[in-house]
């Protein structure tokens, strides 16, 4: 076999798979599951997830179209603008700054151009806040809603595109520049950070692209905000009434959610600021398992040394309807998270363990997040939020220590003590080799890996008992 023979035999795995891969669609296939990104801002929570792409088929049937219910309207009521992409794709996002949630579906390419901005607002598809704008003489509210086929109501308006290039929380940058690729602005771990990031011709941005409508009024009398020509970062405004090749309506779904009832507080119990989770303080183990009994004997696991004489007090909490009870201390140490995850306790998803009045709980372990200020994770989120804050946690106050009176760290044995450090259950690589991320060490906000088959003293077993909901 000649050298040329030789490079082409070891070709010719690599074109087949190359030809599959074409012939199957798979080359450009986009992840399927959500992906999500979680950042701070100016002392604000962000967190994006990006769940994909939604078919104008899926929402609205077979051959419907968002169109079929409402188009830009001109001055004497007729239809305006002419179709770019009918039915276009949609991308499904849901994002959330502070305690603030929105679902939005985005058209992947806009569906018009030739149309003005007062053109959306007189069909009033422009804005979604049910205002009245006054457009020459008349008045026009904004208040038009979508259902899709399977009953889902949106508000249907434009997206909201700050007022600057690097408006790093308008709907712009935070959604379209977080699933773009980027460009000279656009750049940084803010965007284009999903796996596979979409080109200028995917949306149609950048120098062959469109000025897509704004919701943003703009300080110059009579114009609105444009966005995404030349580069997708770029910023414009134009005035309201014109209408061009290059100006173009993107419109946004932005889901309504049904109406849900405030959970009632039940007495003695606190709730955070942000009206998701509710303390309602301290439980002893007698009073979950009866006397003389633990979970460790309920279950069988006797792995490690035990932490002090007792069995610990429980931190009972209610997250959104869910009740959750964390040992306020751990119940052993100088223990792997191996061995824990060998028992099927680091998510456990098959143990299973009831109190003395039958009802049913998961045994697991906390989920920590990411890091330090993953604020999100049940780490922060509940222990978080009844500790006496450290100096990373300190900065939050409506985050972390929000309860009247924070508990001291030795009371949840957070520290330099055996078994201070909480085995969590995510599990990272580092270093080619596997790690357990643990919380807890020196003061409540650290956030550290180690790898996951030591068992050293300082390393501890802290459970949550997860009530199982059909119990």
């Given at each position: 076999m000649t050298l040329q023979d030789h490079r082409n035999h070891h070709l010719k795995p690599l074109w087949g798979l190359l030809a599959a891969c074409l012939l199957l669609g798979a080359c450009s296939e986009k992840p399927s599951g959500p992906q999500s990104l979680k950042t701070l801002h100016e002392g604000k929570r962000v967190a994006v997830t990006f769940y994909g792409e939604r078919s104008s088929s899926s929402l609205f049937g077979p051959e419907a179209a968002l169109t079929d219910q409402v188009r830009p309207l001109t001055r004497t009521g007729e239809p305006e603008g002419e179709f770019h992409e009918k039915r276009p794709d949609w991308l499904e996002f849901e994002y959330r700054i502070n305690n603030e949630s929105r679902r939005v579906l985005v058209a992947k390419q806009p569906v018009m151009n030739q149309v003005s901005w007062w053109g959306i607002a007189r069909a009033g598809a422009a804005l979604g806040d049910d205002s009245e704008l006054s457009i020459q003489g008349r008045r026009y509210r904004q208040s038009v809603r979508i259902e899709d086929r399977n009953g889902n109501e949106y508000r249907l308006r434009l997206l909201d595109c700050g007022g600057a290039t690097m408006a790093h929380l308008s709907e712009w940058n935070l959604l379209i520049g977080g699933v773009h690729e980027g460009d000279k602005d656009f750049r940084g771990p803010r965007y284009g950070w999903i796996e596979r990031p979409y080109t200028n011709a995917d949306l149609k941005v950048g120098?062959?692209?469109?000025?897509?409508?704004?919701?943003?009024?703009?300080?110059?009398?009579?114009?609105?905000?444009?966005?995404?020509?030349?580069?997708?970062?770029?910023?414009?405004?134009?005035?309201?009434?014109?209408?061009?090749?290059?100006?173009?309506?993107?419109?946004?779904?932005?889901?309504?959610?049904?109406?849900?009832?405030?959970?009632?507080?039940?007495?003695?119990?606190?709730?955070?600021?942000?009206?998701?989770?509710?303390?309602?303080?301290?439980?002893?183990?007698?009073?979950?398992?009866?006397?003389d009994q633990s979970?460790?004997?309920?279950?069988?696991?006797?792995?490690?040394?035990?932490?002090?004489?007792?069995?610990?007090?429980?931190?009972?909490?209610?997250?959104?309807?869910?009740?959750?009870?964390?040992?306020?201390?751990?119940?052993?140490?100088?223990?792997?998270?191996?061995?824990?995850?060998?028992?099927?306790?680091?998510?456990?998803?098959?143990?299973?363990?009831?109190?003395?009045?039958?009802?049913?709980?998961?045994?697991?372990?906390?989920?920590?997040?990411?890091?330090?200020?993953?604020?999100?994770?049940e780490w922060n989120r509940l222990i978080g939020g009844v500790a006496q804050p450290d100096g990373d946690f300190a900065r939050y106050p409506s985050v972390y220590g929000w309860i009247e009176e924070p508990l001291h760290h030795g009371r949840l044995h957070i520290g330099s003590k055996k078994g201070s450090a909480s085995w969590c259950q995510e599990g990272i690589s580092l270093y080619g080799k596997h790690h357990g991320v643990n919380r807890g060490y020196l003061v409540p906000s650290r956030h550290h890996a180690t790898s996951s088959g030591f068992t050293g003293w300082g390393f501890g077993w802290r459970p949550v008992l997860e009530q199982i909901e059909d119990q």
């Open positions: 120098l062959e692209g469109s000025l897509s409508w704004c919701g943003d009024r703009w300080e110059e009398k009579g114009h609105r905000v444009t966005r995404g020509y030349y580069f997708v970062s770029r910023f414009h405004a134009a005035p309201a009434h014109i209408s061009s090749d290059r100006l173009y309506w993107r419109p946004v779904l932005e889901r309504i959610e049904p109406t849900v009832a405030e959970r009632p507080l039940v007495e003695g119990a606190q709730r955070s600021p942000d009206g998701r989770l509710d303390y309602l303080g301290l439980k002893s183990n007698t009073e979950i398992f009866g006397a979970l460790a004997d309920r279950l069988g696991f006797t792995d490690g040394e035990r932490i002090g004489e007792g069995e610990p007090d429980w931190l009972n909490f209610d997250d959104e309807g869910k009740r959750k009870l964390v040992a306020a201390k751990p119940l052993a140490h100088s223990l792997s998270w191996d061995r824990l995850d060998e028992a099927g306790l680091v998510n456990g998803a098959d143990i299973r363990v009831s109190d003395q009045e039958g009802r049913g709980y998961r045994v697991r372990l906390l989920e920590c997040g990411e890091s330090t200020l993953d604020h999100e994770s």
